[in-house]
T-cell receptor, first 114, second 114 residues
């Protein structure tokens, strides 16, 4: 069974600062996803990481994957208030038997203060 | 183009009643997923469809939950004899095919069982 743990679960930071959210998973996952959720809204896809060493960047967000360490990180550079949201990582345990549902972490509730 | 749509957006029901939740995936997407999100349990995978068949029902919490998909498009999640612990946001997602990288989520149905 795949388990996904994120930390921290809550993060309050100031605009302009850098920070990293960590996502550990328990067993082999053939891909790692990052999603963003605003209050009362659905999930917005940010990144999909497919292989060891994968790094993707979009604006102030950068995600990376280390499959050997079973660790993904989401790095925020020079945070701005608009990035305040809850961020989820998710893995998929591909068994070839149809187990395509994602296993999500508990989410990191990020507040960025002016 | 149009994203995943779900209806109703909100549903209030009495304990013991049956409810039906509907999901319209993105046109051309053959894979469809149901998840639920609650404060206590976070985001949980319920069921996955590839076309009209459901190779993975592993996440359905009890036999009161069932789902079907017709014509490879619209899906209905049915909860019979609802209980208060069924209160949650039920999210639907779709992807073009099983190997597609990203699952695109709908806005969700917020279910409250009184």
């Amino acid at each position: 069974e795949l388990k996904v743990e994120q930390n921290p679960l809550f993060l309050s930071m100031q605009e302009g600062k850098n920070y990293t959210i960590y996502c550990n998973y328990s067993t082999t996952s053939d891909r790692l996803y990052w999603y963003r959720q605003d209050p009362g809204k659905s999930l917005e896809s940010l990144f999909v990481l497919l292989s060891n060493g994968a790094v993707k960047q979009e604006g102030r967000l950068m995600a990376s994957l280390d499959t050997k360490a079973r660790l993904s990180t989401l790095h925020i550079t020079a945070a701005v208030h608009d990035l305040s949201a809850t961020y989820f990582c998710a893995g998929r345990m591909y068994s070839g038997g149809g187990a395509d549902g994602l296993t999500f972490g508990k989410g990191t509730h990020l507040i960025i203060q002016p | 183009g149009a994203g995943v749509s779900q209806s109703p957006s909100n549903k209030v029901t009495e304990k013991g009643k049956d409810v039906e939740l509907r999901c319209d995936p993105i046109s051309g997407h053959t894979a469809l997923y149901w998840y639920r999100q609650s404060l206590g349990q976070g985001l949980e995978f319920l069921i996955y469809f590839q076309g009209n068949s459901a190779p993975d029902k592993s996440g359905l919490p009890s036999d009161r939950f069932s789902a079907e998909r017709t014509g490879g498009s619209v899906s209905t999640l049915t909860i019979q004899r609802t209980q208060q612990e069924d209160s949650a946001v039920y999210l639907c997602a779709s992807s073009r095919m099983r190997a597609q990288e990203t699952q695109y989520f709908g806005p969700g149905t917020r279910l409250l069982v009184l």
